[in-house]
């Protein structure tokens, strides 16, 4: 073979490759701004090649959403080992890397876009809303959680999702700042639900139990502490 030949690829690989550099420019520049030219030069194959492996850019589009959705899915996933204050930390750093270099494709998941039908982008969004919850549930070693407890897991998802869309916008917090906070979210939502239930009370108590005195956790309840203790100006 001469050197600089383009390598032959069977059409599974072809249909990889193309999504994979779909998901590239998708994840970097709105889908209008992506020109399926564009697509087929960075593939290093001809427009109407493309169209043997997609009916179009739409289609293609869509394929890019759905290994977005299994690559975001996938981040949630973490050893059951350590304390789970590290654990969330390691999960919420790995998610906002994926919006930090997808951004424009983290976005038409979450909040839904032009180029797809909305059956589809719900679809996709509820799989990688069910994913965060049933490893969050599985960190906690909780099989079939209390309503209570069920409320606090998927608000947690909701509002991370929120401040993760928010922060794209601008970037003005530092991500790592960010990172913290979220898992500190995770924390106070965690502790609202203890005082209005025993159960996840209980559940609270052993977390704690097993988070070193410099972890997120307790960091938090360190400043908690010293806020709730200063007295109150009243001027």
């Not at 998708?26 to 109407?48: H, M, N």
């Not at 919420?92 to 930090?100: N, P």
């Not at 307790?218 to 203790?229: D, F, P, Q, V, Y």
Request: proline fraction near 6%; include cysteine; charged fraction near 25%.
């Amino acid at each position: 073979m001469a050197i600089g030949a383009r390598r032959r690829m069977g059409v599974e690989e072809r249909r990889e490759q193309l999504i994979g550099v779909a998901l590239d420019l998708f994840g970097r520049r709105s889908p209008d701004e992506v020109s399926l030219d564009e697509i087929a030069s960075a593939a290093g194959i001809s427009r109407p090649l493309v169209y043997h492996y997609f009916p179009g850019k739409l289609s293609l589009y869509e394929a890019a959403l759905g290994r977005a959705a299994e690559d975001l899915a996938a981040r949630f996933e973490e050893p059951r080992t350590g304390p789970l204050g590290a654990r969330l930390l390691r999960v919420t750093g790995r998610c906002l890397d994926f919006a930090d270099r997808h951004g424009p494709v983290f976005s038409a998941l979450l909040r839904g876009g032009p180029a797809v039908g909305s059956a589809t982008e719900n679809a996709l969004v509820d799989s990688v809303r069910l994913a965060a919850y049933r490893q969050i549930l599985a960190h906690l070693e909780v099989a079939d959680p209390p309503a209570r407890l069920e409320l606090v897991v998927r608000s947690w998802i909701s509002l991370a999702e929120s401040k993760a869309l928010i922060w794209l916008e601008g970037r003005r917090v530092p991500r790592a700042e960010l990172e913290t906070q979220l898992v500190h979210d995770f924390a106070a939502l965690l502790a609202v639900g203890a005082v209005q239930d025993e159960g996840t009370a209980a559940l609270v108590r052993r977390v704690m139990a097993g988070e070193p005195a410099d972890g997120p956790f307790a960091e938090l309840a360190g400043r908690l502490t010293g806020l709730l203790g200063q007295p109150v100006d009243s001027r």
